[in-house]
């Protein structure tokens, strides 16, 4: 089946420790992003790939990193995690050119506490 | 980001026609105008898109506007499961990347 897998679903962390949120599609798609949906301000774009090794900052990058080694892949990492990074996150990927649409992640829940 | 506005919310009775509005006034030439809905505690799924000329889908229709200025989303018999927050959005054609800006969106209430 034709998805975007996110890793792990729910993760309740503590500020300072690193954590990363893996996100694999089996598409063979050029392009991915990660999103973060907070209540009342949407959703947002943090990072986005456009092919393997190409990668640029979205609206909210700041406390992020990301990597795509593997067109498959495209990790989010939180090196020291905030609580304002408390969030609802979504992995999303597409064919390159406008004329295709985005496949979403089922999302992942994070908790900083 | 060319930006799109669509009314906070809209209700419909199960089985009768949603036509969800958008308005897109400074949409560009190359702009493909995007649909996608939100289920409760699901991610973004993707509806339908389109350029110029009126798409149908198995999920939807979608008409736009001559002067492209605004677009209409129509779900032709709504289910329960059509309630969901619905985002118009305008991504950018050519060679760009096709960044997607989410606006607030539609919440769309369907009554059995």
């Known amino acids: 089946e034709a998805q975007v897998t996110q890793n792990p679903r729910y993760l309740i962390t503590v500020t300072g420790k690193k954590l990363t949120v893996t996100c694999s599609q089996n598409m063979n798609h050029e392009y991915m992003s990660w999103y973060r949906q907070d209540p009342g301000l949407g959703l947002r774009q943090i990072y986005y790939s456009m092919n393997v090794e190409v990668t640029d900052k979205g609206d909210v990058p700041e406390g992020y990193k990301v990597s795509r080694k593997e067109k498959r892949n495209f990790p989010l990492i939180l090196e020291s995690p905030s609580p304002n990074q408390t969030s609802l996150y979504f992995c999303?990927?597409?064919?390159?050119?406008?004329?295709?649409?985005?496949?979403f992640g089922s999302g992942t829940r994070l908790t900083v506490v | 980001d060319a930006k799109t506005t669509q009314p906070n919310s809209m209700e419909s009775n199960e089985e009768e026609p949603v036509h969800l509005p958008c308005n897109h006034s400074t949409i560009s030439g190359t702009d493909y105008i995007h649909w996608y809905r939100q289920l409760p505690s699901q991610g973004p799924e993707y509806v339908i898109h389109g350029l110029t000329s009126n798409v149908n889908n198995r999920m939807a229709s979608l008409a736009i506007a001559e002067d492209r200025k605004s677009s209409t989303l129509i779900l032709h018999r709504a289910t329960l499961r059509d309630a969901a927050v619905y985002y118009c959005i305008l991504m950018a054609g050519g060679t760009s990347y096709g960044k997607l800006t989410f606006g607030q969106g539609t919440i769309l209430t369907v009554h059995p």
């Open positions: 999303a990927s597409r064919l390159s050119g406008a004329n295709y649409g985005y496949t």
